[in-house]
């Protein structure tokens, strides 16, 4: 689970009074996601043009716009189902402008540049699975790496680039497949579907691997699904 997943009370009242206090500003929500982008964006640029330190820095004040602008628009009571899709685009700009600018960065190193290319892949495959499984009244809020995680190990890497950016380069790759894989199974896991009769005879017992299997088939298959197909056992004839 994310940062903001896990966490959302701890969050809510570290933005909540700074939100209020720029809600006393001109700038609107809107606008701050605007200013998150053309921050991401000018990052971008700079790490491209071999700025990787000055892009850390850009790239943070960037990612503050983005995390205060919902903070705004609750303390504004300006939350719109526009504000929401709008700052959602945003978000996945964000995301691939910076990846972009990294890859030109790192181009001549293929290895790195591979790294890049399934890091980036993988950012915007793991928000998709979200938004589709939104769309079917689905949760898929879970995952190794969400977008926070992203941005920080991100924000590190181009900072401390010079002992940092090769190994969460790794990270962000291998924990962004693993995050699509995750939230894939999520969204299997919440669709009813048959368990397989065969399977559900290893489970009935009390022996120790029975015990370990039931909470293995649990796991992978989900609780809906396990739950039911155990009460449609327990209901049939012997």
Same mark, same amino acid.
């Given at each position: 689970?994310?940062?903001?997943?896990?966490?959302? &009370?701890?969050?809510?009242? !570290? +933005?909540?009074?700074?939100?209020?206090?720029?809600?006393?500003? %001109?700038?609107?929500?809107?606008q701050? +996601? +605007?200013?998150?982008?053309?921050?991401?964006?000018?990052?971008?640029?700079?790490?491209?043009?071999?700025? %990787?330190?000055?892009?850390?820095?850009? *790239?943070?004040?960037?990612?503050?716009?983005? /995390?205060?602008d919902?903070?705004? $628009?609750?303390?504004?009571?300006?939350? +719109? %189902? =526009?504000?929401? @899709? =709008?700052?959602?685009?945003?978000?996945? !700009?964000?995301?691939?402008?910076?990846?972009?600018?990294?890859?030109?960065?790192?181009?001549?190193?293929?290895?790195?540049?591979?790294?890049?290319?399934?890091?980036?892949? $993988?950012?915007?495959? /793991?928000? =998709?699975i979200? $938004?589709?499984?939104?769309?079917?009244?689905?949760?898929?809020?879970?995952?190794?790496?969400?977008?926070?995680?992203?941005?920080?190990? !991100?924000?590190?890497?181009?900072?401390?680039?010079?002992?940092?950016?090769?190994?969460?380069?790794?990270?962000?790759?291998?924990?962004? /497949?693993?995050?699509?894989? &995750?939230?894939?199974?999520?969204?299997?896991?919440?669709?009813?579907?048959?368990?397989?009769?065969? *399977? !559900?005879?290893? /489970?009935q017992?009390?022996?120790?691997?029975?015990?370990?299997y039931?909470?293995?088939?649990?796991?992978? @298959?989900g609780? %809906?699904?396990?739950?039911e197909?155990?009460?449609q056992a327990?209901?049939?004839?012997?």
């Amino acid at each position: 689970m994310g940062l903001r997943a896990s966490f959302p &009370q701890h969050i809510e009242r !570290l +933005t909540a009074p700074i939100g209020r206090a720029i809600s006393a500003t %001109p700038l609107s929500p809107n606008q701050l +996601t +605007t200013l998150g982008l053309v921050l991401t964006t000018v990052a971008a640029v700079l790490v491209a043009q071999s700025e %990787p330190v000055i892009a850390g820095w850009v *790239l943070v004040a960037g990612g503050l716009m983005d /995390t205060f602008d919902g903070a705004v $628009a609750r303390a504004r009571g300006l939350s +719109t %189902p =526009y504000g929401a @899709f =709008y700052d959602s685009v945003s978000d996945r !700009l964000s995301d691939g402008i910076i990846l972009v600018g990294l890859a030109w960065w790192l181009r001549p190193d293929a290895d790195l540049f591979g790294l890049v290319l399934v890091a980036l892949v $993988a950012s915007q495959v /793991t928000s =998709y699975i979200r $938004a589709k499984a939104e769309a079917i009244d689905l949760d898929c809020s879970v995952g190794l790496l969400e977008r926070a995680e992203r941005a920080i190990l !991100l924000t590190i890497a181009l900072v401390f680039h010079r002992w940092l950016l090769v190994p969460v380069l790794w990270v962000l790759a291998v924990g962004g /497949t693993v995050t699509v894989v &995750q939230r894939i199974h999520h969204v299997w896991c919440q669709i009813q579907r048959d368990f397989p009769p065969e *399977l !559900l005879g290893l /489970t009935q017992g009390d022996r120790a691997w029975n015990r370990a299997y039931r909470a293995a088939a649990r796991a992978f @298959f989900g609780a %809906p699904t396990f739950n039911e197909a155990e009460r449609q056992a327990e209901g049939s004839p012997r």
